[in-house]
């Protein structure tokens, strides 16, 4: 049987990698990276054999016209990161070995779970999983299950769809005929507006909703979330405040079960997301 043995939430900040990078640097960008340094020992720390990869396109790969729900990769190797990527944010571009078996195990196990997965075996992924992998896991030796989902695009799946699709991917890596170490790598978003009027505010964009998004997770409290994350209420936290919905499939995962470490850190920048747990049995 498999066992999970870490499980980390993440932002996917494209911006943050350069930023990082540059020799002046906003007081907040200190704190971000102390906080990505402890979770890149939490991987570290596990060493797991294949990386659950939680994320999202952003148009690059699909588009309105053909936009799965929930999708899994099924190849040998990505690519990761897209031109425009490279050329607005300064992101490398990058091959990610992939686990063909898990992914099909997966799938097929959520198929006995009531979750239908679209795949691919013609994926590129993008920042959702690239920026993440860049924070804890630069050296990209371990090989990935990219599963993308759809919080982006209307109509989207309802936030309870996400967490009873985050409780299969659970059931099906308990059931995993091998002693696998897995991990899980999960990114997204607390309040954050792209594009908007608010996106380059150096302050938190919807306090109120990252404070209680944070709670949530801390007290294992999938009800409230999924009350409360109704699209209205999302988007008048931030345009791409859904991003926040990859979240409750992370808390599905994880079996609802209590993190060792979440937070959402104010440091002059839209909230940061932290979260992780430790080995789960």
């Known amino acids: 049987m498999a066992q999970i043995v870490t499980i980390i939430g993440i932002t996917h900040n494209p911006f943050m990698p350069r930023l990082f990078q540059q020799p002046q640097q906003p007081p907040g960008a200190a704190k971000v990276k102390e906080r990505i340094a402890i979770m890149r020992q939490k991987l570290a720390a596990a060493k797991p054999d294949v990386l659950i990869t939680i994320g999202n396109d952003h148009l690059h790969q699909f588009f309105m016209d053909n936009m799965p729900a929930f999708m899994i990769g ?9 031109y425009d990527e490279i ?4 992101l490398p571009s990058c091959k990610l070995p992939g686990d063909p078996d898990v992914s099909d195990a997966i799938m097929d196990g959520a198929f006995d779970r009531g979750v239908d997965f679209a795949y691919s075996n013609e994926l590129t992924i993008d920042h959702s999983i690239v920026v993440p992998m860049l924070f804890v896991r630069p050296e990209m030796d371990i090989p990935i299950v990219p599963i993308l989902t759809n919080c982006i695009a209307p109509p989207m799946p309802r936030p309870k769809r996400f967490y ?14 091998t002693h696998k170490r897995v991990g899980v790598l999960v990114s997204g978003h607390l309040s ?3 594009g908007g009027p608010k996106q380059f505010e150096r302050k938190l964009q919807d306090p109120e909703f990252d404070a209680n998004a ?3 997770i801390e007290n294992g409290d999938i009800q409230s979330a999924v009350d409360f994350c109704t699209p209205e209420r999302m988007l008048r936290a931030g345009n791409m ?10 808390m599905g995962v994880a079996n609802n079960s209590k993190p060792s470490y979440a937070e959402g850190l104010d440091a002059g ?3 940061i997301p932290f ?3 430790d080995s789960q049995h």
């Open 74 to 82: 099924k190849m040998d190797q990505y690519d990761g990161t897209f």
């Open 87 to 90: 050329r607005e944010f300064g």
């Open 164 to 177: 009873e699709v985050g409780k299969a991917i659970r059931a099906a890596i308990d059931s995993l005929p």
């Open 192 to 194: 954050l507006e792209v």
């Open 214 to 216: 944070v709670g949530w």
């Open 241 to 250: 405040t859904m991003g926040y919905l990859n979240f409750l499939m992370m």
């Open 269 to 271: 920048f839209p909230a």
């Open 275 to 277: 979260f992780s747990w």
